[in-house]
């Protein structure tokens, strides 16, 4: 059971560059996430979609797209890198009104 | 003001100690209340959730002050392991979540 994949681990881009960070989910999840972690300012929602077909903006969705490609799949979009956007990127799933989010191990993103 | 506070840390117990986390939340409409931990460079995952009569995992005690709007984690027995980040974590409306920025805890033999 892989619960919430994420690819790649590890990733170094050119400011300018653009990249897409790919998420999967096995648990049959309707609702999934994206965040970024930072020192000292925590968790932070980028982009969320709570179905398939829908998503929305969350605390700092600036420079980033979403898409969330069938029920399974959600992926996030740096069309045009930032050193500002050097972090952890999380992305999540939960079944609808749980509460409990299953995290990715995540992305290590650093922007030159 | 941020939503969900937390002291930062970080707290240096011995094994064998009793260590309590507070958290403040802003927002008196929160719904739901979670503790999660996160170990160094790994995704956070759900610790227990907070119910408003309180409740015990083990080791782990969980408790709720609505009208203080205030959440506390209390671990006994520190166990070396029990060492990681420890997130405070409301919920205002549906399936959105409220992160603090985590208590270390760190546990010495």
């Known amino acids: 059971n892989a619960g919430v994949t994420q690819t790649p681990k590890f990733q170094v881009l050119k400011t300018g560059q653009s990249m897409t960070l790919q998420c999967a989910q096995d648990?049959?999840?309707?609702?999934m996430y994206w965040y970024r972690q930072d020192p000292g300012m925590g968790l932070r929602l980028i982009y969320y979609?709570?179905?398939?077909?829908?998503?929305d903006k969350g605390e700092v969705p600036n420079g980033y797209n979403v898409s969330r490609l069938n029920k399974r799949e959600f992926s996030l979009r740096l069309e045009s890198a930032a050193p500002s956007q050097t972090s952890v990127y999380f992305c999540?799933?939960?079944?609808?009104?749980?509460?409990?989010?299953?995290f990715g191990p995540g992305t290590r993103l650093t922007v030159l | 003001r941020k939503e969900v506070e937390q002291d930062p840390g970080p707290f240096n117990v011995p094994e064998g100690a009793t260590v309590a986390f507070n958290c403040t939340y802003s927002?008196?409409?929160?719904?739901?209340f979670f503790w999660y931990r996160q170990d160094c460079r790994k995704e956070p995952k759900l610790l227990m959730s907070?119910?408003?009569s309180g409740n015990e995992d083990g080791r782990f005690t969980a408790q709720l002050n609505r009208a203080s709007q205030y959440i506390s984690l209390l671990i006994r027995d520190s166990k070396l392991s029990d060492s990681a980040t420890y997130l405070c974590?409301?919920?205002?409306?549906?399936?959105?979540?409220?992160f603090g920025t985590g208590t270390r805890l760190q546990v010495f033999p």
């Open positions: 927002n008196s409409a929160s719904q739901s």
């Open positions: 907070v119910y408003s």
């Open positions: 979609s709570a179905s398939e077909g829908t998503t």
């Open positions: 648990m049959n999840h309707n609702s």
């Open positions: 999540a799933s939960s079944s609808t009104g749980t509460g409990t989010q299953y």
């Open positions: 974590v409301v919920n205002f409306y549906t399936d959105k979540l409220i």
